[in-house]
T-cell receptor, first 110, second 116 residues
């Protein structure tokens, strides 16, 4: 009963490096989202998807790319990491209006 | 765009006492959902309670209840008989019932400390 699985749980990047945060769900949910959590700002939506092949931007999309080739997977790509992208990242899948969150990835960009 | 405001960065409560966390929101929509999430130190986001805007009755889940005031756009969370395990960050969140994508708008959060 995995639910939403995010990898890695922790990551340190150097400025300018690229990486992909992985997110997988095994509940066959159509909707998936990426949020970032910063102190004093709550969680903010980066990108979301309403099904395989369909993605759209959220509130803070700059510096991030996503794709959704399968229902199960929704990776988040940082093409050139910046210190402003230091944050905790959450992936979520949704069904009937209820969101199920992964355990989060703490990313530090130095 | 919708906004959610949590005006209490931090709250404290004595074990077994009652505490209320405040949340206000701004929207022009009439149909929406409101949520309270708990985030313990483990970082896991745990749904505490959900309220549907078209329902006048306040939602209740065991020791957790809400005071939903639609006209005032207020959605407070009351925790009764507080326990040490209630200590966490609490987020209020809004979701439109008509917008595409099941997108959540979160408040900044309130840290709840429980004293023994």
């Amino acid at each position: 009963n995995a639910g939403v699985t995010q990898t890695p749980k922790f990551q340190v990047l150097k400025t300018g490096q690229s990486m992909t945060l992985q997110c997988a769900q095994d509940m066959n949910h159509e909707y998936m989202s990426w949020y970032r959590q910063d102190p004093g700002m709550g969680l903010r939506l980066i990108h979301y998807s309403v099904g395989a092949g369909i993605t759209d931007q959220g509130e803070v999309p700059n510096g991030y790319n996503v794709s959704r080739s399968t229902t199960e997977d929704f990776p988040l790509r940082l093409l050139s990491a910046a210190p402003s992208q230091t944050s905790v990242y959450f992936c979520a899948s949704s069904h009937q209006g209820l969101a199920f969150f992964g355990q989060g990835t703490r990313l530090t960009v130095v | 765009a919708q906004t959610v405001t949590q005006s209490q960065p931090e709250m404290s409560v004595q074990e077994a006492e009652t505490v209320t966390l405040s949340c206000t929101y701004d929207t022009s929509e009439s149909d929406y959902y409101l949520f309270w999430y708990k985030q313990p130190p483990s970082r896991q986001m745990i749904l505490v309670i959900r309220q549907e805007a078209y329902k006048q009755q306040n939602a209740t889940e065991n020791r957790f209840s809400v005071n939903f005031q639609k006209a005032a756009k207020s959605f407070s969370l009351k925790i009764s008989d507080s326990q040490l395990g209630d200590a966490a960050m609490y987020f209020c969140a809004y979701r439109s019932a008509v917008e595409y994508g099941n997108k959540l708008v979160f408040g900044a959060g309130t840290i709840l400390r429980v004293k023994s």
